[in-house]
């Protein structure tokens, strides 16, 4: 119900726009254009976040288990019998339909808006209505957040459908997944900016020593001492990741100030430092295979994988 009264709230946030500022526009029709371009905006924005949230709920629908007394019970709530009349309604004309919207059409579309538009990713109008979706990536990479929805989903499917079947199994889809999706990640790097790669890939490997750490867990077979040390690596990874993330975001703080307030920008030298830093580095364009031996190294260039998000640092 929440995102569905998000966009309600939406249209009517922007009719009461039209209403007062209608009355003393000059030009209704390109008051009306940016109308349009504002809801559009903003219909991504809410379906970026909710998507995942809205794919868990749909997909729990269909996650049951037996309690022994000859019945299945929905896992999220054990007061719900699996698949009488009631459930079988909900599923087939809430749930289901949910996920093929949310989950196949939806981000099908994105993915169709885009591509038509793909020449034209830098106007004004399509940076305002989808900008949202692909700003801070490489150019030849538009889709790469449609390309991590999918990743999202199917973690999300591995976690509803393989819970009461095998845990060490769910366990080990899911690293296998996240696994896939830091090599790729390596290979392609499609953010622009070095420290965003550097973000990503970081949160992936957190993830992935996560998920083989809580392995161990689930055999069973560790002792105390064994599990101490493998919760303080856990709390140690993800304290490193939350650290290493608001550092990043402290980084793109002098870029902001200078861009909005550059006289107090002057007068704090000390952030002058961080004004070329490693946040604002821009990814190396890798060399394709027929073109790789064309290139000569210059020695004076440094190689790394670590830049800043542009999405922060617009």
Same mark, same amino acid.
């Given at each position: 119900m929440v995102p569905i009264a998000a966009f309600v709230f939406i249209v009517l946030w922007w009719m009461l726009v039209w209403i007062w500022k209608g009355r003393k526009a000059q030009d209704r029709s390109l008051l009306r254009f940016k109308i349009r371009v504002g809801i559009i905006a903003s219909f991504v924005i809410v379906f970026f976040l909710f998507h995942p949230v809205i794919l868990r709920y749909n997909f729990s629908m269909f996650s049951c288990r037996a309690l022994g007394d000859g019945h299945t019970y929905l896992i999220r709530d054990t007061s719900v019998v699996c698949w009488n009349d009631s459930h079988s309604s909900w599923t087939m004309g809430v749930a289901l339909p949910g996920i093929i919207?949310?989950?196949?059409?939806?981000?099908?579309? =994105? $993915?169709?808006?885009?591509?038509?538009?793909?020449?034209?990713?830098?106007?004004?109008?399509i940076l305002a209505k989808y900008g949202f979706l692909y700003k801070g990536f490489r150019e030849q990479y538009f889709y790469w957040e449609l390309y991590i929805m999918v990743r999202k989903i199917v973690v999300i499917a591995i976690v509803i459908f393989l819970y009461q079947i095998n845990r060490v199994i769910q366990?080990?889809?899911?690293?296998?997944?996240?696994?896939?999706?830091?090599?790729?990640?390596?290979?392609?790097?499609?953010?622009?900016?070095? =420290? $965003?790669?550097?973000?990503?890939?970081?949160?992936?490997v957190v993830a992935l020593v996560t998920i083989y750490c809580g392995l161990f867990f689930l055999t069973g077979d560790i002792d105390s001492t064994s599990k101490l040390v493998l919760f303080i690596v856990l709390i140690i990874g993800n304290l490193y990741f939350m650290l290493y993330w608001i550092i990043t975001v402290l980084s793109t703080v002098p870029h902001h100030l200078k861009k909005s307030r550059p006289a107090l920008y002057a007068r704090l030298k000390f952030l002058h430092r961080f004004e070329k830093g490693p946040s604002y580095e821009q990814t190396p364009v890798k060399p394709s295979p027929q073109n790789k031996q064309k290139i000569v190294p210059d020695a004076s260039t440094t190689d790394g994988t670590t830049r800043a998000t542009a999405a922060i640092a617009e």
């Open positions: 919207v949310w989950g196949v059409a939806a981000p099908l579309f =994105a $993915l169709y808006a885009m591509y038509h538009s793909r020449r034209e990713l830098n106007s004004p109008e366990a080990l889809l899911c690293f296998g997944v996240i696994f896939v999706a830091y090599r790729f990640h390596e290979l392609h790097e499609p953010y622009m900016t070095r =420290a $965003l790669n550097s973000l990503e890939v970081r949160s992936l």
